[in-house]
T-cell receptor, first 115, second 107 residues
Framework: SQTIHQWPATLVQPVGSPLSLECTVEGTSNPNLYWYRQAAGRGLQLLFYSVGIGQISSEVPQNLSASRPQDRQFILSSKKLLLSDSGFYLC??????????????FGEGSWLTVV | GQNIDQPTEMTATEGAIVQINCTYQTSGFNGLFWYQQHAGEAPTFLSYNVLDGLEEKGRFSSFLSRSKGYSYLLLKELQMKDSASYLCAVADYKLSFGAGTTVTVRA
């Protein structure tokens, strides 16, 4: 079965510091990979998605970036964090299936607090 | 782009039925999804509809009308553990989420 794991689960970072969140997927090949952010009391916002190694699409202009160095690895980064970057970050994967469409499955999430 | 609307909050009694409505506008359509999200946790997949009609999964059912841009999630025989946020999501080339409906189940 497929599993997705992301880390770290929680982190507190000062303004201006760098960020690296990592996500890996097991049990499937060539998944679509996603980074979402959920601010307090708000809906999920798609930040980046990737359909293959080295292919990144950005949905929202921001000071974050994403990379996909391997088929099942997705990394979210920032060189200098802003206070507004605080939130709940979710990595997700999907594989197009006949019965389930492009259902997205989420990792456990990473809570980021920028202070 | 997409507009997805769902109520902010709903309250119901244990054992009762609750229906969460979702309306949407989208330029392309590749399915409608419902997710459950408990406080502080990641969303988990509940249901997928791509054709009109009702999909039933145990105590949960989801309905879709593509012509009306409308879906609902029906929760039957409510249990305390069903207290959570329920997210409606619509797919065109990507999956976009509504803000979620917080359901509180009271004893």
């Amino acid at each position: 079965s497929q599993t997705i794991h992301q880390w770290p689960a929680t982190l507190v970072q000062p303004v201006g510091s760098p960020l690296s969140l990592e996500c890996t997927v097991e049990g499937t090949s060539n998944p679509n990979l996603y980074w979402y952010r959920q601010a307090a009391g708000r809906g999920l916002q798609l930040l980046f998605y990737s359909v293959g190694i080295g292919q990144i699409s950005s949905e929202v202009p921001q000071n974050l970036s994403a990379s996909r160095p391997q088929d099942r690895q997705f990394i979210l980064s920032s060189k200098k964090l802003l206070l507004s970057d605080s939130g709940f970050y979710l990595c997700a994967w999907s594989v197009l299936g006949e019965a389930s469409g492009n259902t997205i499955y989420f990792g456990e999430g990473s809570w980021l607090t920028v202070v | 782009g997409q507009n997805i609307d769902q109520p902010t909050e709903m309250t119901a009694t244990e054992g009762a039925i609750v229906q969460i409505n979702c309306t949407y506008q989208t330029s392309g359509f590749n399915g409608l999804f419902w997710y459950q999200q408990h406080a502080g946790e990641a969303p988990t997949f509940l249901s997928y509809n791509v054709l009109d009609g009702l999909e039933e999964k145990g105590r949960f059912s989801s309905f879709l009308s593509r012509s009306k841009g409308y879906s609902y999630l029906l929760l039957k025989e409510l249990q305390m553990k069903d207290s959570a946020s329920y997210l409606c999501a619509v797919a065109d080339y990507k999956l976009s989420f509504g803000a979620g409906t917080t359901v509180t189940v009271r004893a």
